[in-house]
C-alpha cells in the first residue's frame, strides 16, 4: 500500500516562501509522476505541477516562475513557493499520478493514482 504523508505547510505573508514535503513509502508505481495539487476554499482542487522519473516538469500557468517542484531519490518530493500570493491560499496535496507516458495529463484529477492528506498553506496580505 503506497502511502504518501506531506508537511512544510503554514501561514506566511504575501511575497514570502515556503516548501512543501512529501514522504512516499510503499510500492508506488515504478512509472508513476510525482505531483502537488491544491484546493482552495470554496473551489475545485487543481493541479499545480508534476515531475516524472527523468525529471521533466509541468506547470499550470497560474503559478509558472514562482513554484518549483523537484525529488530527492525516489521516495521524497517537493514543492517550493515563492512570491507568494494570498490567493494561493489552499490545502495542497502530494499525489502519484499516471502522465504523458500515458498519454494522459498529469495535472488532472482522473490522472491521480494515490493521494495524501494534505497540507495547509496560508497567505496573508
Known amino acids: 500500500q503506497v502511502q504518501l504523508m506531506e508537511s512544510g505547510g503554514g501561514s506566511v505573508q504575501a511575497g514570502g516562501s515556503l516548501k512543501l514535503s512529501c514522504q512516499i513509502s510503499?510500492?508506488?508505481?515504478?512509472?508513476?509522476?510525482g505531483a502537488w495539487f491544491r484546493q482552495a476554499p470554496g473551489k475545485e482542487r487543481e493541479g499545480v505541477a508534476c515531475?516524472?522519473?527523468?525529471?521533466?516538469t509541468t506547470y499550470t500557468d497560474s503559478i509558472k516562475g514562482r513554484f518549483t517542484i523537484s525529488k530527492d531519490g525516489a521516495n521524497t518530493l517537493y514543492l517550493q513557493l515563492s512570491t507568494l500570493k494570498p490567493e494561493d491560499t489552499a490545502m495542497y496535496y502530494c499525489?502519484?499520478?499516471?502522465?504523458?507516458?500515458?498519454?494522459?495529463?498529469?495535472?488532472?484529477?482522473?490522472?491521480?493514482?494515490?493521494w495524501g492528506q494534505g497540507t495547509q498553506v496560508n497567505v496573508s496580505s
Open positions: 510503499g510500492r508506488a508505481h515504478p512509472n508513476a509522476y
Open positions: 515531475l516524472c522519473r527523468a525529471g521533466d
Open positions: 499525489a502519484l499520478t499516471r502522465g504523458p507516458s500515458w498519454g494522459v495529463d498529469c495535472l488532472r484529477m482522473s490522472a491521480v493514482l494515490n
